[in-house]
């Protein structure tokens, strides 16, 4: 059975950081663009960041250099690195990977 299960979400205060990773169990990880994506309550989910089978890069126009996105091919993970975190960021963060979605990990900023 294919799954993505994310991990690595939590509470923390402005300003801190989190680590996110999916772990993914689908076959030809490889071949596929990588996405985090993330929906606040009430509102539609968004893209954090992406990236592609050849490496490039794409972030939200929110990220502004306090996220990164990579992956581990031969791990078949992607993590998402988020510094400088605000309370603008908590949500639910979604990875998708081959046309399928993780349950998601909740991530709240709050002092």
């Known amino acids: 059975q294919v799954q993505l299960v994310e991990s690595g979400g939590g509470l923390v205060q402005p300003g801190g950081s989190l680590r996110l990773s999916c772990a993914a169990s689908r076959r030809f990880f490889s071949v596929f663009g990588v996405e985090w994506h993330r929906q606040a309550p009430g509102k539609e989910r968004e893209l954090v960041a992406r990236?592609?089978?050849?490496?490039?890069?794409d972030y939200g126009e929110f990220v502004k250099g306090r996220f990164t996105i990579s992956r581990d091919n031969a791990k078949k993970t992607v993590d998402l690195q988020m510094n400088s975190l605000k309370p603008e960021d908590t949500a639910v963060y979604y990875c998708?990977?081959?046309?399928?979605w993780g349950q998601g990990t909740q991530v709240t900023v709050s002092s």
């Open positions: 990236m592609s089978n050849a490496g490039s890069i």
């Open positions: 998708y990977v081959g046309g399928m």
